[in-house]
């Protein structure tokens, strides 16, 4: 399901493969970086050092990616996994490009301003050291970028994901109607994101069928949600997706 993004997956049972199980081909996982190591968590009181961005996620889409001969399901297709770094930036991230590398046979990277796709994009949220990404001549993760960056010239391979806070920048919370104003506001949104070679999400949404509908009508690229089960049987039920 190319519209299905798991927002904070490292809360559910089983991190990443719940997902994975629903179908979901984005997942999102917060990173801080504690005495060298990427640990996953919201905040700094969930850390455990046994649950690093290795071992919940890069090490089982390597595995995964291997079974299935190159692709993260069976017969290809692209996956993403969205960091959000929730410690400093940079220090941050001059640890998590050196883990990427780790991992360039499954991660796609961009050298010398080319992609070279693979099975996994990586998105950098939170924290985004943006010049000190740009400035690398092989990079294994692009920016995720809010609505402000929509008019950015910036190649897609850098800035390929705009997401922003649904709250703050509409009016409508999912029940009855939403209004012509945000409608308008939305589609203009989706419609430079998409002239951009961009894919467009939006976080602190509401959880229901209603609102779920109004995205996938105006052609929002990834469906923010923690109900897996919820979104897969509504994706499943509708029209099929691009």
């Known amino acids: 399901m190319p519209q299905a993004h798991a927002h904070n ?6 991190p990443l493969v719940d997902a994975l199980d629903h179908g979901f081909t984005s997942v999102e996982a917060d990173i801080f ?4 190591k990427l640990l996953i968590g919201h905040t700094k ?3 455990d050092p046994r649950r690093t961005l290795e071992s919940l996620y890069l090490d ?4 995964r990616v291997r079974e299935c001969q190159g692709s993260v399901y069976p017969g290809g ?4 996994l969205l960091i959000d770094i929730k410690s400093a930036g ?3 991230y ?12 499954i991660v796609s990277a961009v050298r010398d301003g080319q992609l070279e796709q693979k099975a996994v994009n990586v998105v950098i949220s939170g924290n985004r050291p943006r010049e000190m990404m740009a400035a690398e001549k092989v990079r294994y993760a692009g920016v995720d970028g809010r609505l402000g960056d929509l008019d950015s010239d910036a190649p897609a391979n850098f800035l390929p994901l705009i997401s922003d ?3 703050l920048n509409f009016k409508w919370k999912g029940e009855g109607s939403m209004s012509d104003a945000d409608r308008r506001k939305l589609q203009d949104a989706v419609t430079k994101a998409h002239a951009r070679g961009r894919r467009i999400r939006f976080w602190a949404t509401p959880e229901n069928t209603n609102f779920w509908r109004e995205l996938r009508a105006s052609g929002v690229d990834l469906i923010n949600t923690d109900d897996l089960a919820g979104l897969e049987k509504f994706l499943r039920a509708g029209a099929p997706q691009n």
């Open 9 to 14: 997956d490292y809360l559910h049972a089983r």
């Open 33 to 36: 970086l504690v005495d060298g």
């Open 45 to 47: 009181s969930d850390l």
């Open 60 to 63: 089982p889409l390597r595995a």
């Open 77 to 80: 297709g692209s996956f993403q």
């Open 90 to 92: 940079e220090a941050t």
């Open 94 to 105: 001059s640890i998590l490009t050196k883990v990427l590398a780790g991992y360039a046979d």
């Open 165 to 167: 806070n649904w709250l």
